[in-house]
């Protein structure tokens, strides 16, 4: 295991799909001050992945972090996909509002994965990442990412390419799987452990046990939480959020109220109540919204609105 303590980097990181054009086009100028504010509110974990705009989000990233000290941040990308010339052009297919100069290839095998990071580093302009993860092993092929994938990472973290490795994954028992399988630094669970998600989640107590730290996004849940009053058009899981979701979701935002706290604010902080949680990553794509998330995990949130939300939250 590594002797990266995530931890030391402070309890918000920056997530990087937003600055890649997902959903939307974001000028450069933009999306590199967006990063620089993120620098400016502290923040020294910065995640990326060349899925987030066909590179782009590497590129920006990189832009702005080749000219700060290498010493005092952490970079995470996530390995799984090569990004191949693609001879249909057009736009992206897959969400982020990019030209379709290359295509996405997902490969497992070390081959792959070694050149996936040799040419994120281009992308960036750093002669080395910190952190590795496997890309969304449960959408491709579990078994294929636990038995080529995983093993390809510890090699190179053995060889002191990498820093730490870890999975970058939706589902919590695909996570748990992966812990048992190999000897993982971190997980990056999107959305399954949040203020309107509270389940008994065993991943989160095998992690304590195998000192596998959890990097917690989607905090939010697809946008649900992100605002104090929930609109009627919220989403959830990236869809239209259902009445009974929106629902349980004002309630949350109510009981925020009855504390004088801001239903973001409780929802950003929630997950690192769970002694496996080392970090809460959010994504930003404006200068702004990265001074509100740096604004919502510093303020102050009394201990009894976390006992008045937790049964609300299961």
């Given at each position: ?202 991943l989160l107590e095998r ?30 899981n990236y869809d239209q ?35 496996a949680v080392v970090n ?35």
């Open positions: 295991m590594t002797s990266l303590d995530l931890g030391n980097y402070g309890k918000l990181g920056f997530g990087g799909a937003g600055i890649g054009n997902l959903y939307r086009a974001i000028p450069d100028g933009e999306a590199l001050a967006t990063v620089l504010a993120a620098w400016d509110a502290g923040i020294r974990y910065f995640d990326t992945a060349p899925h987030y705009g066909l590179g782009l989000s590497e590129q920006r990233l990189g832009a702005v972090l080749r000219d700060e000290p290498r010493d005092q941040f952490v970079i995470s990308t996530k390995v799984g996909r090569l990004l191949e010339p693609s001879p249909n052009g057009g736009q992206d297919p897959e969400g982020f509002d990019v030209p379709a100069t290359t295509r996405r290839v997902w490969d497992f095998s070390e081959k792959g994965i070694r050149r996936s990071i040799e040419d994120s580093l281009e992308r960036l302009g750093l002669d080395h990442v910190d952190i590795a993860y496997l890309h969304d092993p449960d959408v491709h092929d579990l078994q294929a990412g636990i038995s080529q994938g995983l093993p390809a990472l510890e090699k190179l973290r053995s060889e002191g390419v990498v820093k730490a490795i870890g999975v970058g994954i939706n589902s919590a028992e695909a996570a748990l799987e992966c812990v048992e399988a190999a000897e993982l630094d971190l997980v990056m669970l999107a959305g399954r452990y949040t203020l309107l998600e509270q389940p008994d989640v065993p992690c304590v046990e195998r000192s596998t730290g959890v990097v917690s996004v989607g905090a939010y849940n697809s946008g649900l939480l992100a605002r104090a009053d929930v609109p009627d058009d919220a989403h959830y959020a259902p009445p009974e979701v929106l629902e349980r979701a004002r309630t949350l935002a109510a009981v925020c109220r009855e504390y004088g706290v801001e239903l973001p604010t409780a929802a950003l902080q929630f997950p690192l109540r769970h002694p809460v990553t959010a994504g930003a794509t404006s200068p702004e919204q990265v001074a509100t998330n740096a604004a919502r995990m510093d303020a102050p949130v009394p201990e009894e609105l976390w006992e008045a939300l937790e049964g609300v939250g299961r």
